[in-house]
């Protein structure tokens, strides 16, 4: 047994057995591997490993490894995402987790239209309004998430996603983690047939087990799979 694959059944392990002592079954909470500068065949050991989701952060990155990764597996892009290159994955990705803009929806809903698709978007959220990451407020959520309904026919608007402040004390971003989910429930409650909050994206290597034991239904995790990233790496 590999490294990739030690690590990600001990993973499984762990969220499972976390979200159980939450009340919860360990399959309501995926497991997405974060694939930031690995390579095609890192990617291809993970799946077999069985990793279904796979999360990229840069359109350039899916682009190179799309067709170089041989395994069957679900793309989704989950970093910032600027509107002029949203035609090169809209076809590639099955979710945009970024989506932090009426502009950028209505790029996605532009594309996804020549395709003939209705692409699944989550809108990200920056509870702790850091000036360093991207997303947008609590209380502007809400509005967002009417507006895109309204403008955008060719979009699907399925939960939110929220990275928390990195703190050495996991239990200290607990409450953006609970806020978030508050939000999540409130906004949940909107009835439109594109809505359909599935999914509530938070947590990652570092804070994976507050995020679902606060109600996170994805955790991204890629350092705690792969290893620490080596940048210099070519892809």
């Not at 399959?27 to 095609?40: C, D, G, I, Q």
């Not at 002029?84 to 790029?107: F, G, P, R, T, W």
């Not at 947008?136 to 979009?155: A, G, K, M, S």
């Not at 994206?201 to 570092?206: A, D, L, N, V």
Request: include cysteine; proline fraction near 3%; charged fraction near 30%.
């Amino acid at each position: 047994m590999g490294a990739i694959q030690e690590n990600i059944q001990r993973i499984v392990e762990e969220k499972n057995k976390i979200a159980e002592a939450a009340g919860r079954a360990g399959s309501e909470v995926l497991l997405m591997a974060v694939t930031k500068t690995r390579t095609p065949e890192e990617i291809d050991e993970a799946i077999d490993a069985g990793i279904t989701d796979i999360g990229e952060n840069k359109v350039q990155e899916v682009m190179d490894k799309f067709d170089r990764v041989t395994r069957p597996v679900r793309w989704h892009l989950i970093g910032h995402l600027q509107t002029n290159k949203v035609k090169y994955i809209i076809d590639k990705v099955c979710m945009i987790h970024s989506v932090d803009s009426l502009k950028l929806a209505q790029e996605i809903d532009k594309r996804a239209a020549q395709h003939q698709l209705t692409m699944d978007i989550l809108i990200q959220v920056n509870a702790a309004q850091e000036e360093s990451k991207f997303g947008i407020t609590v209380d502007e959520t809400r509005q967002l998430i009417l507006d895109i309904l309204e403008q955008c026919p060719n979009v699907r608007i399925c939960g939110l996603m929220h990275i928390a402040p990195f703190a050495e004390e996991t239990e200290e971003v607990r409450p953006y983690f609970r806020q978030v989910k508050e939000l999540y429930d409130q906004c949940a409650q909107i009835s439109h047939p594109h809505l359909e909050f599935r999914y509530l994206s938070m947590g990652m290597s570092h804070d994976f087990g507050v995020a679902i034991e606060e109600g996170s239904t994805v955790i991204r995790v890629g350092t705690s799979i792969f290893g620490e990233r080596d940048y210099s790496k070519k892809q």
